[in-house]
């Protein structure tokens, strides 16, 4: 039913007759299908997954179309923005809040927010001043101010679905959490960003619209989550005490996934970030609406939101794959393959340099803040978000297409060369990263070291301690500007863990009690 919708709006998009609606969306679930069934001939593949599975097929049935076409078009359906931010990207988002390992993913919170938020900022400055200054030596000029600025969000995106398929969570706990958490934090900022710079007048650029660009960020990311906490919340409440499943279990599932869509598109409404909106609602729909399902509605839930996501992410990767073969933006193109292939080189190389230069000075100041972080794996942590993936590719089109048309050979040129570096980054370095992950993880993470994510080796804080905070009084003000002063050596000696373990505490007190939920103390969430 989700395709027919999406495959419907694109066939209008072109302008197509409704009788053209059917064979469109025939043909298009066919290759969907042959991406499930190869891909499940692959799954134990270290070099080829799923991802590249759908890239691959997608550039075949590209060239079968092109073929067919007589070089006409290589793909079926035209993309547009509007529709894989509407359609596509809401349940890939809601799934990875929602099946989170939110007891890692909180637990390693302040150092995914670095790398996702911080680390974007820096990495968009490296960028956009990196092509601004290299793309006009090379001759490739054209771009405007604001497309330098989209380009250092675009190129900013990273992709973990493809790095999660190598690295695995048992073995690797708190890699893989930081992986996974920056990712989708990562994602959210960028596309928050991007609609930011969007705003921004070019012409007016000073000290104080930094401050103000700044200002919109943290407006944005502040609001879109507190509304995606409050949908999250709002479910929770409405489940505990109507208890649905009393009746009917379907009702529960609807529920939740109408609650979901709508916290993303009221978040669209309001100018806010959905990307962040729903990845919160979720995070706080598993960890509170979940526990006041029935049974047969807990793995059902799992299910289909994870297939959901799944036919989403293979959609795009298989569009990815016909659009490489795209052959009305290589015309529009007017570069020579020499100065392409250099632009894309250049990008590469900014995407590396702008990368490096957030993760290893942020992992010493997590290092700091987390004293039981590892402090090995931080080449990996950068290698692994190396590669570009969807998100890049749909801000590409948002900002250098119209409804994915465009007749300018510069913008052709930007879409043309996203897709190349998309392409190479999601096939090579995944060749690399598969090949290179486990004498990594070997080498700079110990066997003791491997699983130091585990919240089982911190250290534990007495019964007696975890009273220091509250005061009390009934007890003389020295007693408690002692415990004051107490709870914040305690707070500067481990503060990751101690802000996670008051909040576990406020939480079995307060919010579980309201909104449901099994309590902390059994909870392996």
């Known amino acids: 039913m989700l395709l027919m919708m999406m495959s419907s709006e694109y066939v209008m998009k072109l302008g197509e007759g409704h009788a053209h609606v059917v064979p469109v969306t025939v043909v298009f679930v066919a290759v969907l299908c042959l991406c499930l069934v190869i891909g499940h001939f692959l799954r134990e593949n270290r070099w080829v997954n799923e991802s590249i599975t759908a890239i691959l097929i997608g550039c075949l049935a590209g060239t079968i179309i092109l073929f067919i076409s007589k070089g006409k078009s290589s793909h079926i359906l035209r993309f547009d923005e509007e529709v894989f931010f509407i359609y596509l990207l809401p349940p890939i988002i809601f799934n990875a809040g929602f099946q989170v390992k939110k007891k890692q993913f909180f637990h390693n919170f302040f150092t ?98 930094a401050v103000h660009i700044l200002w919109d960020f943290l407006y944005l990311f502040s609001t879109s989550t507190a509304l995606g906490v409050s949908a999250g919340l709002l479910t929770a409440y409405i489940l505990k005490g109507l208890y649905f499943g009393r009746h009917c279990t379907v009702r529960e599932i609807a529920l939740m996934v109408l609650m979901a869509y709508l916290s993303y598109m009221l978040a669209e409404l309001l100018n806010l970030s959905g990307i962040l909106t729903v990845f919160f609602c979720g995070i706080f729909m598993s960890h509170y609406a979940w526990h006041n399902t029935t049974e047969s509605s807990k793995i059902t839930t799992r299910y289909v939101f994870a297939t959901m996501s799944f036919i989403a992410e293979t959609f795009i990767f298989l569009y990815v794959g016909m659009d490489a073969l795209d052959i009305e933006k290589w015309k529009l193109s007017k570069l020579r393959v020499w100065t392409l292939l250099v632009i894309c080189t250049i990008l590469i190389f900014l995407i590396l340099l702008g990368r490096a230069a957030f993760v290893f000075p942020l992992s010493v100041l997590s290092n700091y803040a987390n004293r039981n972080a590892s402090r090995s794996s931080t080449v990996i942590i950068w290698w692994a978000g190396l590669m570009r993936g969807a998100v890049s590719i749909a801000l590409a089109f948002k900002e250098f297409t119209h409804s994915g048309v465009t007749w300018d050979p510069v913008n052709a040129t930007m879409v043309t060369t996203t897709v190349i570096v998309v392409l190479f980054s999601t096939i090579s370095m995944m060749q690399v990263f598969g090949l290179l992950t486990k004498p990594l993880v070997s080498c700079l993470l110990p066997p003791h070291d491997a699983k130091i994510g585990d919240l089982s080796r911190e250290p534990t804080i007495s019964k007696e301690d975890m009273r220091l905070p509250l005061l009390s009084f009934e007890e003389s003000a020295a007693t408690n500007v002692q415990r004051a002063k107490d709870s914040l050596s305690m707070l500067l000696e481990r503060p990751v863990h101690t802000i996670h373990h008051y909040w576990r505490r406020f939480d079995d007190a307060y919010m579980r009690p309201i909104f449901g939920g099994r309590r902390s103390n059994n909870s392996s969430s």
């Open 112 to 209: 995914i927010m670095l790398f996702g938020v911080v680390g974007v900022f820096i990495s968009t400055t490296i960028i956009s001043a990196g092509t601004m200054w290299l793309f006009p030596k090379f001759g490739f000029v054209g771009l405007t101010t604001r497309d330098y600025l989209g380009i250092g969000t675009i190129f900013s995106s990273t992709d973990t679905v493809c790095t999660l398929q190598v690295l695995h969570q048992d073995e690797t706990p708190l890699l893989y959490s930081l992986v996974f958490g920056e990712g989708v934090v990562n994602d959210a900022t960028s596309v928050v960003l991007f609609n930011t710079v969007q705003k921004l007048d070019v012409n007016r650029l000073h000290g104080r619209q």
